[in-house]
């Protein structure tokens, strides 16, 4: 089992940069694909970003590519979300998530594992 502590979370402005960062603890960290997800007032929870376990390869969801960059540290047991170019769309909790496989996937329910997410919100 792996605990997540999100970070970094805050209020800013449109145009603006914001980077989270996800401390694990537990198991071995580089066992586990790690993603970002997201969830808006009112919404679903919803992918942002993964990366495999060696952060080689990474995935996103067309509304952050280009803008955010999903990244890790095994030597730290920590994975990254660079937010950069945030709008008012980027209002949202995000939550880091760990999945014990050695597929990335972007389900929500493939990953056993949650931070307690952190708050970024975006004025304009």
């Known amino acids: 089992q792996v605990q997540l502590v999100e970070s970094g979370g805050g209020l800013v402005q449109a145009g603006d940069s914001l980077r989270l960062a996800c401390a694990a603890s537990?198991?071995?960290?580089?066992?586990?694909?790690m993603g970002w997800f997201r969830q808006a007032p009112g919404k679903e929870r919803e992918f942002v970003a993964a990366?495999?376990?060696?952060?080689?390869?990474?995935y996103y969801a067309d509304s952050v590519k280009g803008r955010f960059t999903i990244s890790r540290d095994n030597a730290k047991n920590t994975v990254y979300l660079q937010m950069n170019s945030l709008n008012n769309e980027d209002t949202a909790i995000y939550y880091c998530?760990?999945?014990?496989?050695?597929?990335?996937?972007?389900?929500?329910?493939?990953?056993?594992?949650w931070g307690q997410g952190t708050q970024v919100t975006v004025s304009s």
């Open positions: 998530a760990a999945r014990d496989s050695a597929l990335v996937r972007v389900a929500v329910d493939l990953y056993a594992y």
């Open positions: 537990g198991r071995t960290f580089s066992n586990y694909v």
């Open positions: 990366l495999s376990r060696r952060g080689i390869n990474t």
